[in-house]
């Protein structure tokens, strides 16, 4: 499976809109780029995939350049309940029980 | 619609005693996952089961037992405790036939060792 990595940490403040990166210079052809969003005590939610070019849903976008080897998570005016633990995972069909969660990058907006 | 539902909540065991975490999903998923998160860290995979009847050992098992019980349930077992495995256990399910594997993750199990 492609490793990732993205930053240990970000700061924000509300009401802008936040950028994170995640590189997987090793994506494979079947594999999709996946973010999850962890809240404390809470368990990882699903919040948006993406194979290439844009992807937006009701709660983020997220951006894969031509080769795959990045993308970028963004978060539209965030607020302070957005401040959470943002997972990239790179997956594909079976690989769900390979699948290494990294510390991710832990968003704090701040007021 | 519940999703993934994990008991108990919270426990607090001493070193050498044994106990069930018990999880279920409503969503008709063929594969189910335990997992571990320590403080600080990512989560890592304990056990996994790919559909009814079948596990797998993930990335850190020793010390757990799990049992697919049926579609819906798969319990992980400690079966003589230690401070070690002091940490919060997630259960999660994969829908089936999915390209990409979307996690559904269960609201986890605070356990501590005493």
């Known amino acids: 499976l492609a490793k990732t990595t993205q930053p240990i940490s970000m700061d924000s403040y509300e009401g802008q809109e936040v950028n994170i990166t995640c590189s997987h210079n090793n994506i494979a052809t079947n594999d999709y780029i996946t973010w999850y969003q962890q809240f404390p005590s809470q368990g990882p939610r699903f919040i948006i995939q993406g194979y290439k070019t844009k992807v937006t849903n009701e709660v983020a976008s997220l951006f894969i350049p031509a080769d795959r080897k990045s993308s970028t998570l963004s978060l539209p005016r965030v607020s302070l309940s957005d401040t959470a633990v943002y997972y990239c995972l790179v997956v594909n069909s079976g690989s769900a029980r390979q699948l290494t969660f990294g510390s991710g990058t832990q968003l704090t907006v701040l007021p | 619609n519940a999703g993934v539902t994990q008991t108990p909540k919270f426990q607090v065991l001493k070193t050498g005693q044994s106990m069930t975490l018990q999880c279920a999903q409503d969503m008709n998923h063929n594969s189910m996952y335990w997992y571990r998160q320590d403080p600080g860290m990512g989560l890592r995979l304990i056990y996994y089961?790919?559909?009814?009847?079948?596990?797998d050992k993930g990335e850190v098992p020793n010390g757990y037992n799990v049992s697919r019980l049926n579609k819906r349930e798969f319990s992980l077992r400690l079966e003589s405790a230690a401070p070690s495995q002091t940490s919060v256990y997630f259960c999660a399910s994969s829908a089936p036939g999915d390209r990409s594997e979307k996690l559904f993750f269960g609201s986890g199990t605070q356990l501590s060792v005493l």
């Open positions: 089961s790919a559909s009814e009847g079948t596990t």
